[in-house]
Structure formats: structure tokens, C-alpha cells
């Protein structure tokens, strides 16, 4: 992706990112993307020509901002961390992305499902899977697990798999105490 | 929905499953589903009207796919059974739902994140999930859970989540030895 950084950009895929969102794939086309922004026709064709341009620009601009909406998650954390510690942590994650987060978790879903079709959103999409799977795996190191790289990646599968079930699958949002309870089976069952 | 059950609304339904496994919400369209099932123009739009008709169509298909593909899985089990065998059955589910299962776990996907814009889609996928919980709230129960109602969720959401990862996230298929393992660590968790 060339496209240089500018507002413009920024703002072509925040509206990218909304569509996708409230219409799903089906909705988000260059078209509709000028339209919901504001902009001269053409704009989006300019800056992202083809479909899978504007598809890769719009995953690059959400891991930019789903990295700056953890904050502290992805940054390193300290060498020796308890199981509450990493228990209070992942259910912070978890209530994080069922509300502010919400938005941007579907839209990175509709985006992971299209990467089965299309190679180069996929190179993306794992580039940006394995910066999260590594900070798992890191504080998973931290907390004693034996295997952390196992860990890490289970820990993201189950922080996936609780999203989805609340967000997009037949669950509904989990209660608090739900959530916590939840965390601290999946520790135990691999901490001990 | 309606519509009598034909042969021909079985092609249908199934031609639309495999539009959205392979070109995504995108590419299920009336007209594509008469082209690539080779059916007169028109016939999809006089099963199912509307958009609405045909992705309603298209998910009790996949829903009657999915429960006869689980088969045993979703048969009252034993009153009692070991977490060995809760964990064969578990590691069973995963393998079936990355081999045989994986594109229907796809089209599943796709249409749950549809539900979250469509109240009726959502009806109709909630209940489906509910049954699935269910099942695997009565093995929770025979497996010795303190929560087996709780525990049923999660291990629907754990499920979810290993295949998001495997087939769309950034995992790839995990070895068999390491989906046991997880499996292993989640009952673990769950029963001590």
C-alpha cells in the first residue's frame, strides 16, 4: 500500500471502517465511501484504486487504531505478573472490546473473513495477528505458564472466541462476574 | 420463511452457501444463485423475494447442514462421562469443523456477523446457537461441572474461537496434539 499518510487517508478509511460496520462487505464500495465522507466522486478511487486496495487500506488504518485502543495491553509488561494480575488484564481486554472496542471488532472479523479469499488482505491480517498473539505470549511467559507460545495463542483464540459469541454469535453480552469467571477457568486451566 | 421444501430449494440454499463460502456476502446475489445452480432466471427471486428471504433460506439450510453433520454430537449423551471422554468429544468437534465442516464454519460466520444488522437473521441464528449450547450444556453437566449452564457457553465460545483462529484469524490449523492440549487445559479449568 503507497497511499501517503495524510487526513484525507484517514478519514477515507474511518468511513471505510463505519461501512463495513453498519452494511457489512456488501455496503462498502468506493462509491459509498465518497458519499458517508463527504467527498468529491472519485476521492476513494484516487487514493485506493481497486477493491482490494481499499480493502487493505482499510485494515492497515483499524490495527493502527485497535493498537492504540489496547494501549498499556500491548506494551511490555513486567517480568513476573500474578494470575489475578493477568486475570484482571484479560477481562479489562474483554470489556474493552464489547464497548468501545465493538465497533472495530466487527469490522476486523468482516475483514478476516474476506482474507480466506484474498491473499494479500491475509499477509495483513496475520501481521497484525502475530504483534497480538506476541504481547499473549509475553505476558502469558510472565505470569509462569510452561508453554507460553501455546498459551498466547490459545488466549487469543479464547479472547476471539468470547468477542464473537457476545458480539456476532447467539450469546449476548456476558455478565461482568460471567466474564471474570470465564478468565480465571481458562488460567487455572492452563497455569494451574 | 415459508417456502416448501423442494428439491429445488435445497439446490438453492445450498448454491447460496457456496457463493458466500467462496466470493462472501458480496457475492451472494439472486441472480449469481440462478447462474451458478444453472437454473432459469428469476427462480431464486420466486423462492425468496427479497434479500431478507434468501439469507433466511440460506441459514436454516446451513443450521439443518451443521446438525446433521454433528450427528452423535448433538444426541443426548451418557448421564455420566469422563473428562477424557468430554475431551475426545470436544478435540472431535474441532477436527470435524476444520475438515469436513470448514466451509459451512465460513458461511456460519458470514451470517452471524450479517445478524448483527438483521433482527430476523439474528432470531433465527439465536436459535440455532441456543440448541447448540444446550448440548453441550448437558455433556458439561455429565462431565461433573459445578456451572454446567456457564461452562456450556464457554465451551461454545472456546470452540468458536480455536476455529476463528484456525480458519480465518491468524493461527492457521493448530496441530492435533496442540488442539487436545487446549482442550485438555479448558476442561481442566472448568472441572479441576
Redesign the interface.
Known sequence: MSAPKTARADLIADTAIALLV?????GLTHRAVDEEAGLPAGSTSNLARTRAALLELTLARLTELETASYGGAMTPGPPVMSADALGALIAGVVHHQLAEGRRYT?AR??L??????RPELRVI??R???R??EAATVVLAAAGSP?PA??G??A???????L??A?????GD?APA?VR??V???????LG
Chains 1, 2 share one sequence.
Do not use: W
Open positions: 453498519d452494511r457489512g462487505m456488501r466487527i472479523y468482516e478476516a473473513l474476506e482474507a480466506t479469499r491480517y496475520d497484525a495477528g502475530a497480538f498473539r508453554d501455546r498459551h495463542r490459545q487469543v483464540a479464547f479472547l476471539d472466541g468470547m464473537f459469541d458480539i456476532a454469535g447467539a450469546g456476558p460471567d469467571a470465564a480465571d477457568d481458562l488460567l487455572r486451566g492452563m
